[in-house]
């Protein structure tokens, strides 16, 4: 974990970089920054703040300094310890790589955490939502984000599907495009090492080592085999695998990709903690976010061994930007993931209730009045509103 801020000039003062994202970004920034700081007022009174630096990337940045992701921008990054941001826009088939991407693997982000649990009043497919209490530990640099791939009939793929029939006897078809899918035992141990502490540190009952080994037996099947190997040589007192006996120690277990999206559905209550690679973890996470209300429900945090990244986990709408329309609160419980982990633990319950309190009432953002009988519907900045209250 990051280390408890130090003091300030008489005043526990935390730094945090703020990064307003693109389409919706803005809107669901000013609706949440005065919701961050009004807890923390009512927790600590004048005792603790957040001290906010706008940091330019995405199309704020292009239009202000002529790149999506300014030098300055990203020195900043790498000597901070809490940042937080609005999604940024990733053209699809064209265009500039994702600048998500670009920063986890810049900053070395290893870890995506997403936990999934349920809000009372949020409409859900499930029968019982309220079983529903999971943190997906998701690999972050490795796997086919990496970005490696040749078009269909360029000279670049040309010449590697030649290496590969010549030199390996592996057959691939003519005019195929070709992705790489890279994954380390150092990339794969360090998530799993992180899944697991975490497990320990806050009394979690499993860590699921979730892979398509099955198929993908040196990637996918390595991420397995180095996964349990993290458990049994690292956390030899903490971890037992299937069939040991348990003694309030966690379980270590694996599941393969398709069976546990089914068994997730049918059975949330089996899982606590989910280790993935990125690919497998970028789709799960979606996945069981939209069991508790969809992505505006859901928080998220990149983070590697000095900084934590906190962002909302949605794209940026761009049809709902600027309508006052957007659901604030995937970014504002990153936010209170954010104080959480500074050890402002209170502030942090705050806003959770409050967001509970204010969606139990039904007067909620559009796409959860869409999926209720009776509600409300009010805008972002009127959400916001209401939390502020709320934390009264």
Known sequence: ????PKEQDGLMRQTVYYIEGDGIGPEIWRASRPVLDAAVEKAYGQERRLDWRELLAGEKALAETGQLLPEESLRALRGARYA??????????????????ILRQTLDLYACIRPIRYFRGVVSPLRHPEKVDMVVFRENTEDLYTGIEFQSCSPEAKRLIAFLRDELGVEVADGAGIGIKPMTEAGSRRLVRRAIGYARETGRPSVTLMH????????EGAFRAWGYAVAREEFPDVCVTEGEAREGKILVTDVIADALFQSALLYPERFSVIAAPNLNGDYLSDALAAQVGGLGMAPGVNMSDTLAFYEATHGTAPDNAGRDRANPCSFLLSGAMMLENMGWTEASRRIESAVETVIARGAVTADLAVQRERATTVGCRRFGELLVEALT
């Not at 974990?1 to 408890?4: E, L, N, R, S």
């Not at 609005?86 to 265009?95: D, E, I, Q, W």
């Open 212 to 219: 398509k080994g099955n198929i993908m037996k040196y990637t």
């Open 1 to 4: 974990m990051i280390p408890f």
């Open 84 to 101: 937080i941001k609005g999604p940024l826009a990733t053209p699809v088939g064209a265009g500039f790589r994702s600048l998500n991407v």
